[in-house]
């Protein structure tokens, strides 16, 4: 493997943050990873794991380093990156794990061109040091939106340090990334953020449905246990893409709510068979 | 273990079936299983991996039984008990595993004494034989809804039937049972459907969604692969009810849409926190 940094500052050591330094120390590309964490807990605790090697601020742990990930809520990430950027030498890299890129990922990228704006599609509904884990990035997707006056060298630093960690890159449009995200997994947490507060009430008024959820409920909700506050930042950056893909969903609600209270078996059939053959098809391109 | 059962018939050996067989012949509590099925080649996939003993019609397989298990699709259980009572002796005890009971199965309790409407709450997303699969319905429920004339002896064999399986029995109300499934079962397949679908239509205006889907999607739409004949008649079975908790939950998704629209980040976050606790208190009771 080609890449490695010698001096890499990990801020915001969570699941991903904390993931993306645990897999730089076992395959051996950092030399020395530095957490940052305004979770002091969180952030021992990433020691404690070998998650890190050493904790610091931001400011020393982005002095001397060549390569910072900032992998804070989202709607913080500006301000840590411009924050990081200061205290680093010019060669330095930065780059983030935001959820949603858009105008202000884009806006701070043109500001600075050492900043590549990232996106490895990845995660687990667990957060923290804690949830840590190898292969996280591993056979997924990592989205770059990089900007018109990013550096090249630091675009390819990047690019070198996803694909290192198993993850196959891909450039794309910061507008178009939210719509793509929306749709794909912003709209996904919506739903079922809805569905388990609509079984909740429903437990209200029959108790004996807690505990006999099977499989479905549980694979189903199962992103409903993310972490509030990111998933806060992420509809309020991401709000007008993702109305647009609630109001596509609203309406598949209303259609497939037209067709159990028509009784209509034969389109009821036939639209469970289309989701089964395009569920395989979307996974297919996996 | 006690109880024993000389000669089982499994109407329908799919996933459900399939897997009571399966596991009634590796727990030894089967003298002889009896495979039946419309599907010629599923059939003979079943006798091919071991899952049953022999292949038979519903006739034969039913006559000398002393135990019927009838693993169809919802809607024609009740023609395929009724036909199998009439070949069985009057010893013989018949339960089924459809996924809705009220009044249907209510009725037909209520002519057949010997019948014990269950429903095992277990399952995934496949169907068929090559589906079936150990150790489905261990740490699982399985709801029995008796009716007033049930016999006791056939009641007492399908409890020990599904607690040798390893599932938890509850007994409970059939009407009682199709509003707690509408609400926990029948409700997310509903939602993740719509979803599906939802995620397909932006796919055709953002082609590169298709592949982008990580984990959450993956799991969030598993359910949507399930087969589209059995959950047609789930839903046209138990309409009401289902339709009951799509109110709930249409009112929920126009209240997460409400608080994304208006930007509402204490709202939000607030809300989410609230799923995740809720989530883990639903799990708990499991």
Same sequence: chains 1, 2.
């Avoid at 590549?116 to 884990?133: D, L, R």
């Avoid at 647009?244 to 067709?259: F, K, Q």
């Amino acid at each position: 493997m080609s890449v490695r940094f010698e001096r890499v500052a990990v801020v915001g050591v969570g699941l991903i943050g904390g993931s993306v330094a645990m897999e730089l120390g076992a395959l051996g590309l950092a030399g020395r990873r530095i957490g940052v964490d305004l979770d002091e807990a969180n952030l021992a605790q990433a020691l404690e794991l070998g998650i890190v090697d050493e904790a610091a601020s931001l400011a020393s742990a982005a002095a001397g380093a060549d390569l910072v990930v900032v992998a804070v809520p989202p709607a913080e990430i500006p301000a840590v990156v411009l924050e990081a950027a200061e205290h680093t030498s010019p060669s330095a890299v930065l780059t983030d794990v935001g959820s949603v890129k858009g105008p202000v990922a884009a806006a701070l990228a043109v500001r600075l061109s050492r900043f590549v704006p990232g996106h490895p599609v990845a995660g687990t509904e667990k957060s923290g040091a804690a949830a840590a884990m190898r292969d996280l990035f591993r056979g997924r997707r990592c989205i770059l939106t990089p900007g018109p006056t990013t550096d090249g060298g630091a675009l390819a630093a990047v690019r070198d340090l996803w694909e290192a960690l198993g993850a196959e890159v891909v450039l794309m449009d910061p507008q178009r990334h939210d719509l793509v995200c929306a749709a794909v997994s912003h709209l996904p947490h919506a739903a079922v953020y809805a569905l388990t507060s609509a079984i909740g009430a429903c437990s209200e008024r029959w108790p004996e449905l807690v505990g006999l959820g099977a499989g479905g409920f549980i694979d189903t909700t199962r992103i409903a246990s993310s972490d509030p506050r990111m998933w806060r930042d992420v509809f309020l950056l991401n709000r007008d893409a993702v109305l647009e893909s609630l109001a596509v969903y609203r309406d598949r609600v209303e259609e497939i709510t037209r067709l159990i209270a028509t009784g209509d078996g034969p389109g009821l059939e036939r639209f469970f068979g289309e989701m089964k053959v395009l569920r395989a098809r979307m996974l297919q391109g996996r």
